[in-house]
């Protein structure tokens, strides 16, 4: 591929899981293609499979069929272990449950992926990413003495502490209230912004979409419609 502008690159990707008659069809070929720096939003309804896609195009499931390439790694050459290589300081994700490590502290959680992709100075690093998503105070609590928006700070800190060609976020403000929400989403776009990081947003909000450029709806594991957000045709069609 491909112009380096392009940051997902995804053509007819299927995936199936399960054997025999348990076989699932889960994604039924799709096209998408995600420029630098933009930010989209992935609609749909429950099971439609925007979990799944966010799976394959952040290298944590393999594709059934199909050819992947983000930021510029072709997805289907690589084994596992070049697979976690190549999302290491490539790929963020944040999801909705945050998924911190219960027995790492704050900056613990930040300032070890940084030490896996081979920072010297993570500590440091971690502390000032903290110190963005506004947790300075709090860097040496552990995830349990912390509050739900407190805990997703600490997510966005750590995906964006690496400044990733992409962040993928699966619902990021699904367990948390309407306010906390808010400001959690403005925190996300600033980080996006200030990283120049292009951004994959899961959500089953439509308002929450529109704060996007792009809306990507899935049904039944197809992309039923890909347009500008508030635009007409960014609905979903069915
Ligand atoms: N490991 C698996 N084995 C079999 N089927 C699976 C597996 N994981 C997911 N599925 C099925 O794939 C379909 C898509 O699931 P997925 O989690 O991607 O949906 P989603 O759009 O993210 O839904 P939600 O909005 O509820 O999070 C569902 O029907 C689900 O049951
Ligand atoms: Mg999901």
């Known amino acids: 591929m491909s112009a380096p502008d ?5 053509r007819d990707v299927t995936l199936s899981l399960g054997k025999g008659p348990a ?10 293609t995600v420029r630098r720096g933009d930010t989209l939003a992935l609609l749909g309804p429950s099971g439609s499979g925007k979990s799944s896609l966010m799976a394959v195009l952040s290298g944590l499931e393999r ?15 690589l084994g596992e272990d070049q697979l976690a290589l ?6 963020g994700i944040i999801l909705q449950a945050f998924h911190l490590l219960p ?4 900056l613990e959680n930040v300032a070890v992926p940084l030490e896996l992709a081979g920072h010297a100075d993570a500590f440091a690093l971690a502390r000032a990413e903290l ?6 105070h709090r860097t040496g609590h552990y995830p349990m003495q912390l509050s739900g928006g407190e ?4 997510a966005i800190a750590r995906a964006t502490a690496c400044h990733p060609a992409l ?5 990021p403000t699904g367990n948390l209230d309407a306010a906390t929400g808010e400001t959690i989403m403005d925190l996300l776009f600033a980080r996006q912004r200030e990283t120049g990081a292009t951004l994959v947003m899961i959500t089953h909000d439509a308002a929450l979409a529109t704060r996007c450029d792009r809306t990507v709806t899935l049904r039944d594991g197809r992309i039923v419609a890909d347009a500008p957000s508030g635009d007409p045709l960014s609905g979903d069609p069915a």
């Open 23 to 32: 076989r699932v069809e889960i994604l039924r070929g799709i096209d998408l």
């Open 131 to 136: 110190d963005a998503v506004g947790l300075r």
């Open 167 to 171: 962040i993928f976020a699966d619902e």
């Open 63 to 77: 594709a059934s069929g199909g050819t992947i390439h983000v930021a510029g790694a072709d997805f289907g050459t």
């Open 6 to 10: 392009i940051v997902i690159d995804a």
């Open 103 to 106: 027995t790492m502290t704050a």
């Open 151 to 154: 805990q997703q700070r600490v």
């Open 86 to 91: 190549a999302r290491r300081g490539r790929i």
